[in-house]
Nanobody, 113 residues
Framework: QVQLVESGGGLVQPGGSLRLSCAAS????????MGWYRQAPGKQREVVAT???????NYADSVKGRFTISRDNAKNTMYLQMNSLKPEDTAVYYC???????WGQGTQVTVSS
């Protein structure tokens, strides 16, 4: 059973940056497609970015050019570098493992002055 633990959330001013991390258990991490999702209050969970086992990436239009998803298979860890943050990026961010359909517990990101 894959377990996912997010970290790196917090409060940041508009225009600032944060880097989220998702640490995964399991020996097959390098074979797994992974993704970052977010859910704002009163809204449905939405995909932010995804990365395949081979490193191909896709981004939601709202974050293209500002966010970068990456992975370090040696560390069983996925990252989300978030730059030029906007108040509308405020949400709980979750990492997801597609093979096992596992979700992390989420980490809060708040963008506010």
């Amino acid at each position: 059973q894959v377990q996912l633990v997010e970290s790196g959330g917090g409060l940041v001013q508009p225009g600032g940056s944060l880097r989220l991390s998702c640490a995964a258990s399991g020996r097959l991490f390098s074979r797994d497609g992974m993704g970052w999702y977010r859910q704002a209050p009163g809204k449905q969970r939405e995909v932010v970015a995804t990365i395949t086992s081979g490193g191909s990436t896709n981004y939601a239009d709202s974050v293209k050019g500002r966010f970068t998803i990456s992975r370090d298979n040696a560390k069983n860890t996925m990252y989300l570098q978030m730059n030029s943050l906007k108040p509308e990026d405020t949400a709980v961010y979750y990492c997801h493992n597609f093979r096992s359909s596992t979700w992390g517990q989420g980490t809060q990101v708040t963008v506010s002055s």
